[in-house]
């Protein structure tokens, strides 16, 4: 049977080694009165009820065994239940102090007590008494306990002294909360955001779920997927429950999220069961979900929780516990699109540099291509799980796993985070104490490698439009800036400016090969692409009835983030409609086409090809630099070798004609070299359909 994603949150909840607690006894003449015995006895009794169920009783338990603690604060076991209960809520370090004095009444109380002290120092962050007590827990074991126990004790105070190392060298970062519009007084988390940062999709257990129900493993109300956006000012509206078919009567969490954000994977626990499916947006609305393209290599009899994809769409990144090709308990596997078959394909360990014996979790691949993030029990965690993250090499392994510091990891669990495409803002769930709810989601702004001489508030306000909850101003590991190019806008009809549906193919030019295809929305004609530095894009947009559209991006490999708005109008097939082509490129100062054209003027055949009637003009252009005898007949030779290659692909030659106009149609300025650049082009236009 697979686990339901909410396994996946309860992950925070803490446990050890499922040491059963006792019955809270009591002894009447403990206590100054009758009436007071009673009292206690029923407020126990009550507590004891919630305590049973768990992870959702902890809270009321709490409630109920704090009353009693009034009339009687010096029961062993009530304190340890008491310690029990705060550790499995948002005021986990409240546990010490119970702990310590079930310890001090009754020093074998439980077997695990100095343990369990042990965890709440080590969550509070103080390391050197964590590691302390985990000591004196491993002495007092018998050889037989020593020989169960002994690796997690060792993990442990190998974790506190990673602790004592991060906290040295803090990252310097603001971490924020998202405030009433995003959280609520229940428990949000797994968050997934668009690659712009103007939409995020996230989990959350509010009473308003879609099933109406509690899942009757914790007695917390159903996980549905909600959905919040940016407004013009930055900041995020209220969030709203997506509804179905996205939501129904069982858990459905966020998994992933394509980084334009018109594709959304999503967890469902229908009937205790639980898959990834994945959903459309189609116009305005979600496809239903489904699992038809990930039932025979993703979807397994095990569990499979987050995943994540490439830039491009085409690789997918996903947790599994299933056995297969597994270091520990959950790996990260990677599977590639199957395009013959319209399926994922058959995954493999993604890699032992990343991978570990212990658990990882919460995958997420940066729309740069290169950088991976994922959380881990492994390598250099704090305690619990930590969020590290990894670099693709030249030579296509990955490089060794860089914890992301504190504050940002803690002793506590870290898990569900993404990365903005810039680079500057994280986003993850933790369970705060100043939080909206039991967990949260956070917004981390990168501070970089600078020190600002005065911590003002000036400074704070500069770095989030949200309220200030934490601020580290020390010196840290510096943040790498992000090399990646996102291009969005709009596509819509020359005349009318409605949104239109539109084909976008990405080529790599210099490969001539394509890289990925998506489509603008139907109803906005929105679309946001991701363009990792250092290759030569062309950009063909295309719709039924319409003359494509080209862009060429040539990036650097140096090239930062940048954000390029581009709207898109496309013109109908029509007599006189034109079009740069803008992805037809020769040899300096000739007319010799180079390879990477060839993609451009394949997608002009196919055109013409679809249209056999079409008469065309293919015609060239210059800027004003050198003679006009020189630009013209530049010109006109280009245009013609074009027009041969058509020819040579099989357009018959009474259907092109060609034209060289030298410097006589610029279409920008040639006072600026990007303006010359503009003006030396090759264009198509229609004669007659």
């Not at 002495?139 to 306990?145: E, Q």
């Not at 898959?275 to 039932?295: C, M, N, Q, R, T």
């Not at 670099?391 to 870290?414: A, C, F, R, V, Y």
Request: charged share 30%.
């Amino acid at each position: 049977m697979k686990t339901a994603k909410i396994i996946l949150i309860n992950i925070f909840l803490l446990s050890s080694f499922f040491i059963r607690a006792q019955e809270i006894e009591l002894n009447k003449d403990d206590f100054r009165s009758k009436d007071a015995y009673k009292s206690a006895k029923d407020a126990i009794k009550e507590g004891e009820s919630y305590y049973e169920l768990g992870i959702g009783g902890y809270r009321r338990a709490l409630e109920y065994y704090l009353q009693a603690y009034k009339f009687n604060n010096n029961v062993p076991m009530l304190n340890y239940k008491i310690g029990e209960c705060y550790l499995n809520t948002i005021s986990k370090v409240k546990c010490i102090d119970y702990y310590t004095k079930a310890y001090e009444l009754d020093p074998n109380i439980m077997e695990d007590i100095l343990y369990k002290i042990g965890r709440g120092y080590h969550l509070k962050g103080e390391f050197d008494k964590a590691i302390e007590h985990y000591k004196k827990y491993k002495n007092k074991l018998s050889p037989a306990a020593l020989q169960d126990h002994k690796k997690d004790i060792e993990k442990k105070i190998e974790e506190c002294e990673n602790g004592k190392k991060l906290v040295q060298k803090p990252v310097r970062v603001f971490i924020d909360n998202l405030g009433p519009n995003v959280n609520s007084s229940y428990r949000d988390y797994s968050p997934l955001i668009s690659a712009d940062e103007s939409m995020m999709i996230f989990t959350s257990r509010r009473e308003n779920t879609t099933g109406g129900g509690r899942d009757t493993r914790d007695n917390l109300f159903m996980e549905d997927i909600y959905v919040s956006y940016k407004n013009n000012m930055g900041k995020w509206i209220p969030a709203e429950n997506m509804g179905k078919p996205l939501n129904g009567s069982g858990n459905d969490a966020t998994v992933g999220l394509s980084p334009d954000g018109q594709q959304l994977f999503i967890f469902n626990g229908e009937s205790g069961q639980g898959d990834i499916l994945v959903s459309e947006l189609e116009g305005s609305e979600w496809s239903k979900p489904d699992d038809d393209a990930l039932k025979k290599y993703i979807n397994t009899e095990y569990h499979e929780s987050s995943a994540s994809f490439s830039f491009d769409g085409r690789t997918m990144y996903f947790v599994s516990n299933k056995p297969e090709d597994n270091l520990g308990d959950h790996d990260i596997f990677v599977s590639s699109w199957d395009e013959e078959k319209e399926r994922w394909g058959e995954p493999s360990n993604l890699s032992n540099a990343i991978n570990t014996e212990y658990d990882e979790r919460g995958v997420f691949m940066h729309p740069d291509g290169r950088t991976i993030y994922f959380s881990s029990k492994g390598h250099s965690s704090m305690g619990g799980f930590d969020i590290f993250k990894s670099e693709l090499q030249d030579d296509g392994n990955w490089g060794e796993p860089e914890n992301l510091g504190w504050p940002i990891n803690t002793p506590d669990d870290d898990v569900f985070f993404v990365m903005a495409a810039s680079g500057k803002h994280g986003y993850y769930a933790s369970a705060k104490e100043d939080g909206e709810g039991s967990y949260d989601i956070y917004m981390i702004t990168f501070r970089g490698p600078e020190k600002p001489v005065i911590q003002s508030n000036e400074d704070k306000l500069l770095a989030s439009t949200e309220p200030v909850s934490e601020v580290v101003m020390e010196e840290s590991v510096e943040i790498k800036t992000m090399r990646l190019t996102i291009l969005k806008g709009t596509v819509k009809d020359a005349l009318s400016l409605n949104p239109i549906e539109a084909t976008i193919e990405i080529v790599d030019n210099e490969k001539n090969e394509v890289i990925s295809v998506m489509k603008s929305n139907s109803s906005t004609g929105k679309y946001l692409i991701s363009l990792p530095s250092g290759k030569n894009y062309g950009i063909a947009v295309k719709a039924e009835d319409y003359l494509f559209h080209s862009e060429n991006f040539n990036i650097p490999e140096a090239t930062n983030y940048q954000e390029i708005t581009k709207d898109i109008l496309l013109n109908k097939m029509a007599v006189g409609s034109k079009i740069v082509l803008k992805n037809i490129f020769f040899d300096y100062a000739k007319a010799t086409l180079r390879s990477e054209s060839f993609a451009e003027l394949d997608r002009l055949v196919d055109l013409l090809s679809k249209y056999p009637s079409t008469r065309i003009e293919i015609s060239g252009h210059t800027d004003n630099r050198g003679s006009l005898k020189l630009n013209t007949s530049l010109s006109e030779n280009r245009a013609k070798a074009v027009v041969d290659y058509l020819i040579g692909k099989g357009i018959a030659e009474d259907r092109l004609e060609y034209k060289g106009y030298a410097y006589f149609q610029p279409i920008d300025t040639n006072d600026t070299p990007e303006g010359r650049q503009n003006n030396r082009r090759v264009e198509f236009k229609v004669l007659s359909n």
